[in-house]
C-alpha cells in the first residue's frame, strides 16, 4: 500500500499559537482524513480533505479551529490554531481509494503548554 | 455507519489463539469488515477484510458467519509483539469516501 510521511511526529507550543502538520503520500490517493486520538483513547475523524474544495467537517469539529488544505492528490495539511493545553493530542493522516484499505501516518503528538 | 462493539481487553500468553469478536448488528449489505492493528505511537495498520465466511492471510484469520453480525479475528500463536489495540470497522470499500469511523478497540496484552 502506499506509504504517508507526516510531519512533525511531536511539537510543544505555547498556548495561543498556531502548528501545521503536513501529511505527504508516496502516490495519488482519492481521499485523505484527519483523526485525533487522545492518549488510550480511539480514533474520532475530524475532517474530509477534499481536494480542491473546502475539507468536510464532523460533528464537533470547525474550520476555524482546524483549517485544512488539500492542493493536490498527494498532500493535505492540518492546522491546529490557537491551540491550547485541551488541543494536546496525536493527530493521524489516513489515506484510501476505493477497494483499496486505508493506511495511516504515524501521527503527529502535540503538546501544548 | 454501522456501530462496532468490541471487548475492551483482553489478556493472553504467548504461543496462544487469540480470539477477539466484534458485534455489529447494523452491518449493510454492501459492508465489508475489516481489521486494524494499532501499536504504541503509531498509525492503525490494516491487518485483514472480509464479507462473509473465512478469510485468511499470513497474519491472521477472519470468522465470519452466515448473518454477519458478529466476526471474529484469530490470531494464531501470538508473540510478545502482537500487544496491541485491534480495532474492527465496517464500511463498503468501494467507496473511497466511506470515511473509517474507530469504535473503542481490544486492548490485547500479551504475557511471557
Known amino acids: 500500500s502506499a506509504v504517508i510521511s507526516q510531519k512533525p511526529s511531536r511539537d510543544i507550543c505555547q498556548r495561543g499559537t498556531s502548528l501545521t502538520i503536513q501529511c505527504q503520500v508516496d502516490?495519488?490517493?482519492?481521499?485523505m482524513f484527519w483523526y485525533r486520538q487522545q492518549p488510550g483513547q480511539s480514533l474520532t475523524l475530524i475532517a474530509t480533505?477534499?481536494?480542491?474544495?473546502?475539507?468536510?467537517?464532523e460533528s464537533g469539529f470547525v474550520i476555524d479551529k482546524f483549517p485544512i488544505s488539500r492542493p493536490n492528490l498527494t498532500f493535505s495539511t492540518l492546522t491546529v490554531s490557537n491551540m491550547s493545553p485541551e488541543d494536546s493530542s496525536i493527530y493521524l493522516c489516513?489515506?484510501?481509494?476505493?477497494?483499496?484499505?486505508?493506511?495511516f501516518g504515524q501521527g503527529t503528538r502535540l503538546t501544548v503548554v | 455507519l454501522a456501530k462496532t462493539t468490541q471487548p475492551i481487553s483482553m489478556d493472553s500468553y504467548e504461543g496462544q489463539e487469540v480470539n477477539i469478536t466484534c458485534s455489529h448488528n447494523?452491518?449493510?449489505?454492501?459492508?465489508?469488515i475489516t481489521w486494524y492493528q494499532q501499536f504504541p505511537s503509531q498509525g492503525p495498520r490494516f491487518i485483514i477484510q472480509?464479507?462473509?465466511t473465512k478469510v485468511t492471510n499470513e497474519v491472521a484469520s477472519l470468522f465470519i458467519p452466515a448473518d454477519r453480525k458478529s466476526s471474529t479475528l484469530s490470531l494464531p500463536r501470538v508473540s510478545l509483539s502482537d500487544t496491541a489495540v485491534y480495532y474492527c470497522?465496517?464500511?463498503?470499500?468501494?467507496?473511497?469516501?466511506?470515511?473509517?469511523?474507530f469504535g473503542g478497540g481490544t486492548r490485547l496484552m500479551v504475557k511471557p
Open positions: 502516490s495519488q490517493v482519492t481521499m
Open positions: 489516513s489515506g484510501r481509494d476505493s477497494n483499496t484499505e486505508a493506511f
Open positions: 472480509g464479507y462473509k
Open positions: 470497522l465496517v464500511g463498503d470499500p468501494n467507496n473511497a469516501g466511506n470515511m473509517l469511523t
Open positions: 447494523n452491518i449493510a449489505t454492501n459492508d465489508y
Open positions: 480533505a477534499n481536494q480542491g474544495s473546502e475539507a468536510t467537517y
